[in-house]
């Protein structure tokens, strides 16, 4: 099983993920989570991808294509893809890589949301580096400011929630991924697009409602 989570920096993907995957049993692998990894690990790869994410730009796509799938095969192909893929040259070849394997993407969510919402939510943000927990300095506090609620460990803002980068990011997406809905609905995939303006608890209520109708898992 294979679902492919789209939508803007900041949509709640991460977030909407945590929740799906655990609902139905999947591994949620998130291209951003795995690429600060590499960073925080100090890997070859790491270390390429830096300058790209500081600036808010994406990562080559042959780096993040090898990385991905090697991911999808650990998960046994039973994964929700957050952040991946970003690219219309990344779809293509998720597709690829899937046939190869005799299996396709069960379900396309996408998170739609207005770009004046994702600033607050951007700059705002506060990450646990230690078990990727995520807050909101506003609307998802940890009961200790600074703590993360599940292990203890110090919260960070991560370096690219910064306002100047926020908006690099944001143009990235609407020039490079936003054409990925698109290339979906072209292979004749539906397309579930959920209202990720509305409350945390809501959004992942109507993207299980849609999954669930789907029979997709
Ligand atoms: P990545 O880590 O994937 O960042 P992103 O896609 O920009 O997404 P975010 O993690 O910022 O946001 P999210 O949608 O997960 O929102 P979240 O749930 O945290 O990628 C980082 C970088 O890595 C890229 O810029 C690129 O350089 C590189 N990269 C990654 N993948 C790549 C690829 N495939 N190809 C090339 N390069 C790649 O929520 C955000 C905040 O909002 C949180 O504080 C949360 O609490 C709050 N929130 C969430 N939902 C709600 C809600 N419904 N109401 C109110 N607040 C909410």
């Known amino acids: 099983m294979v679902i492919v989570l789209l939508g803007p920096p900041g ?10 995957v655990e ?3 999947l591994v949620h692998l998130s291209s951003g989570d795995i690429l600060r990894g590499h960073r ?20 080559p796509d042959q780096l993040i294509i090898e990385m991905m799938a090697g991911a999808i095969e650990s998960a046994g192909g039973n994964c929700v893809l957050d952040g991946f893929p970003r690219t219309v040259v990344q779809a293509a070849e998720l597709d690829k890589e899937l046939s190869r394997k005799g299996q ?8 739609v949301i207005d770009d004046g919402v994702i600033e607050n939510r951007l700059t705002g943000r506060r ?26 460990g110090k919260l960070v803002q991560r370096t690219d929630d910064k306002p100047e980068v926020v908006k690099q990011r944001l143009a990235t997406y609407h020039q490079q991924t936003a054409a990925v809905v698109g290339y979906y609905a072209d292979n004749g995939r539906k ?20 999954l669930d109708s789907l029979a997709a898992v």
């Open 11 to 20: 949509a709640g993907k991460g977030t909407q993920c945590k929740r799906i």
């Open 40 to 59: 925080a690990n100090g890997t070859e790869l790491g270390k390429k991808a830096a300058e790209f994410m500081d600036a808010g730009k994406l990562v």
């Open 104 to 111: 396709k993407i069960d379900a396309v969510v996408n998170l």
């Open 127 to 152: 990450s646990c580096p230690a078990c990727g927990a995520v807050y909101h300095i506003d609307t998802l506090k940890s009961k200790v400011e600074g703590v993360c609620d599940k292990c203890g």
């Open 23 to 25: 609902k139905y049993k």
């Open 191 to 210: 397309i579930l697009d959920i209202d990720a303006e509305k409350s945390v608890d809501e959004v992942t209520s109507l993207v299980i409602d849609k």
